[in-house]
């Protein structure tokens, strides 16, 4: 592969998925030039002030817009507000020369193939060669988009389908013609999973590529079945979601967020492209047709498939159009899988069960399977790209094989043909030939049929699966709430697998025994696992049974043995490394902080939460915290301590919680040296590197010293803040107790302006001040709330 890089892109078309895309490439680092078209004429406020249709800021408006809007949205589409500055306006007619600066052009204009075409004929005359272009359509051929193009825009040109949001959805379609140079395909499909962190499948040139077919095709069979069997909207909903392994938005929901309007667009594309069969299943119900052109599109237009008035949820009767209360369906089947453990359990109590919720999922799941089976070879060579793309691009758990595994691919066949089904020839070969599963596992690799052979299941060098290692070597110890295993290379690997990976007194056992293996025979740790979460903190019904017990000498002991584990953590002799994910909350960031280097996922969520349950951190993070932001003071240079105090106190008793990694930099959980991992799948083989790397400049662990604090007149500043706070109404009389003890704490206690303490000193504060409020029966109030409610109580 050429030493190719992509230093500058430009994204043309500034609409929702052209601005996200813009926002994607800003927040990895790639700065962005955004176009669109000139405005023709101008608004009320550009005549106040005077403006021409010739001003730069009303050619740019359109586009100059949308980078607006960006900071807005929500979902937010940036990681952080600053990755803004990035993105740069520009238009169609003045801003074209500029291709040649760039290294990657997407296209993202209106789904018009004589459109598309005009906008590339003027992108061939300005691009420099060797640039890649590409386009984001959702379906229309990416081959008729070249016809008439130079020679290199031809071999530089591909299909790359991202899905909304660009920032959250995994799914990345590549797809080449018959002209694109393989090096260009073999580049982006790299640079789109090391770089822009996705989930990259190689489809072929057909209507809706991979996802958007099978992905619609299953609506569409949906809303079919849900006619024919006299459902209603919210009875679907109930069973088409997480109890099936699904989006938890499920069916109609999930088409309220896409807009109405959209999914008939993307319908109404496959329709016009196939015959038969297929066209009669891709023709939109008449109600769907009625709704869109009454401009009730969903979340975008305020109703669709639901209506919110004032608390209650409404959902359309598709018969009559009128909305009622929401329903759920109730039957023997939804409570049976609701005991099965895993999804695949799940699926096969509630596909096989002769009742209302089972009966309808079965018709859907035997329709959209079969589906899937027939269009193998057309839309993609392996059922593992197909199976990949539906997880990545609609959130599934499984894809349509892995799920048809599940059930069992003889005995689910069986009853398909009885229904009159026609299954492809294909997977009845398969069964003839003996084999029985679409999937198999040997000494933890994975391997899928393909074409009477299993195949080995290729996977980027950059994964690291603990199941498979795990299956594989074992692990080097295990207790309820951690095990420890051997990554490769020297490295060892701490895993969290309690329940929420909440810490408990078998965690807290699990980093002592961690740090005295590591110090003995590795070359550092990783502390990371591949659960929903990196960690939600402690134990917190743990606590709450110890507290309403009266046992406080158990929890003094806990919270002391947290606090050892955490500086064997920060002292260790080999280095440390945390890799957050997702939700690393509380004692999920108090894990990370005093870590030699945290590589966080680009999403991950950090904070310290525990004001939200009436205590305070209590496993050092308030320490740390504080020590963190003294660290990122540069050095030689006057600072003020009581501003760092006064930055710790808000985020701690505001229970500040970052929305990326990158704001979590911001809010100094992270320092400039820790890193950022886009794709989620390689995080673990990035912390690994990140223990070579510092093995290998002979890691040298932190030295101990003691920490300024700003004393009683610090104290006295921080509870005027507070006060002024509970005075507004911000803080209940509970808050400010809970205020006050944060401020003792981060203040030092009792000591002068400027004393320096040692560690062991805040420590013991910390620890006085959590035993404290947690004997306060409003905190246990709030601890029962959260417990029963997963919502916190102000009282």
Not at 412 to 441: C, N
Not at 778 to 788: E, F, I, S
């Amino acid at each position: 592969m050429l030493n190719r890089l992509i230093k500058k892109a430009a994204v043309l078309g500034s609409g929702v998925m052209g601005s996200g895309i813009a926002a994607h490439l800003a927040n990895i680092g790639i700065p962005t030039l955004l176009l669109d078209i000139v405005p023709r004429e101008l608004t009320k406020e550009e005549e106040a002030k005077g403006l021409t249709l010739q001003d730069k800021q009303v050619r740019n408006r359109i586009s100059t817009q949308s980078i607006q809007k960006l900071l807005k949205q929500k979902p937010a589409p940036l990681t952080s507000k600053k990755n803004i500055a990035l993105i740069e306006a520009g238009n169609f007619e003045d801003d074209l020369v500029k291709l040649k600066d760039v290294d990657w052009v997407i296209e993202v204009v209106v789904e018009n193939l004589k459109i598309k075409k005009q906008v590339f004929e003027q992108v061939d005359q300005f691009r420099k060669p060797g640039s890649i272009i590409s386009s984001n359509t959702s379906g229309i051929s990416v081959e008729a988009m070249v016809e008439g193009r130079s020679e290199d825009f031809k071999k530089h040109f591909l299909g790359t389908h991202f899905f909304n949001p660009p920032r959250y959805l995994k799914l990345l379609e590549i797809i080449p013609t018959q002209y694109t140079d393989p090096e260009v395909l073999s580049f982006m499909k790299t640079f789109g999973e090391d770089v822009l962190g996705k989930g990259v499948v190689v489809a072929k040139d057909t209507p809706n590529f991979i996802a958007n077919r099978i992905g619609t095709y299953g609506l569409l069979i949906t809303v079919q079945e849900m006619l024919k069997g006299g459902y209603s909207i919210g009875e679907v909903d109930s069973i088409t979601g997480t109890l099936i392994g699904r989006a938890k938005s499920a069916t109609f929901r999930t088409l309220d967020v896409v807009g109405l309007d959209t999914f008939y667009h993307v319908a109404g594309n496959v329709y016009e492209k196939v015959e038969g069969k297929e066209k009669e299943a891709f023709e939109v119900p008449a109600f769907l047709k009625t709704m869109v052109e009454r401009g009730w599109l969903g979340s975008k237009s305020g109703q669709g498939f639901y209506l919110k008035k004032g608390k209650e949820i409404l959902e359309i009767d598709p018969n009559t159009l009128e909305y009622g209360p929401s329903k759920k369906l109730s039957a023997p089947s939804i409570e049976l899988a609701k005991q099965e453990k895993g999804t695949g359990n799940k699926l096969k109590a509630l596909l096989y069960a002769n009742d209302r919720a089972g009966e309808f999922l079965w018709r859907t799941f035997a329709k959209s399977a079969v589906y899937s089976a027939e269009l193998l070879g057309e839309i993609a060579d392996t059922i593992v790209a197909i199976d990949r793309a539906m997880k990545w691009g609609f959130g599934w758990e499984m894809g349509p094989f892995e799920s048809w595994d599940a059930i069992g691919v003889d005995k689910s066949v069986q009853k398909m043909k009885e229904d009159g089904l026609e299954v492809p020839a294909w997977v009845t070969e398969m069964l003839d030939k003996g084999f029985t599963s679409f999937y198999k596992e040997e000494n933890g690799e994975r391997y899928y049929y393909d074409q009477g052979e299993y195949k080995l299941v290729e996977v980027n060098p950059k994964v690291i699966d603990l199941k498979k290692i795990k299956k594989q070597k074992g692990v080097i110890k295990k207790n309820s709430g951690a095990s420890l295993i051997d990554i490769g290379d020297g490295v060892a690997l701490l895993e969290f697998h309690s329940p929420n990976n909440a810490l408990g007194m078998d965690t807290i056992q699990m980093i002592h025994f961690a740090i005295d293996e590591v110090e003995k025979n590795y070359k550092g740790l990783v502390i990371g696992n591949q659960g929903k979460n990196f960690c939600v903190g402690a134990n917190l019904a743990m606590m709450l049974m110890e507290a309403q017990d009266d046992n406080y000498d158990e929890l003094d002991l806990v919270i002391r043995q947290l606090h050892k584990a955490l500086l064997r953590v920060k002292y260790s002799s080999k280095p440390v490394v945390a890799a957050p994910f997702n939700m690393t909350l509380g004692g999920g960031a108090e894990v990370c902080l005093p870590a030699a280097h945290i590589q966080a996922s680009s999403e991950t969520y950090m904070g310290l939460v525990e004001v939200g349950v009436g205590l305070l951190p209590g496993g050092g993070g308030n320490k740390e915290l504080y020590i963190k932001h003294l660290d990122n003071m540069p050095n030689g240079v006057q600072f003020d301590l009581q501003a760092v105090a006064n930055k710790v106190f808000e985020t701690i008793a505001t229970a500040k919680v970052s929305t990326s990694a990158e704001e979590a930099r911001e809010n100094n959980f992270l320092d400039l040296a820790d890193g950022i991992s886009f794709n989620s799948d390689h995080l673990l083989y990035d912390a690994k590197q990140a223990v070579l790397a510092l093995h290998e400049q002979g890691y040298k662990p932190k030295v101990r010293r003691k920490v300024p604090v700003t004393g009683e007149t610090g104290y006295a500043t921080l509870l005027l803040g507070a006060e002024g706070m509970r005075l507004s109404g911000y803080l209940s009389e509970h808050d400010m107790k809970i205020a006050k003890k944060i401020a003792y704490v981060i203040a030092g206690g009792k000591v002068p302006f400027g004393t320096e303490v040692d560690e062991q000193y805040l420590l013991d504060l910390e620890r006085e001040a959590f035993l404290s409020l947690i004997r306060e029966p409003k905190t246990q109030q709030r601890m029962q709330h959260m417990l029963l409610k997963g919502k916190p109580l102000r009282n």
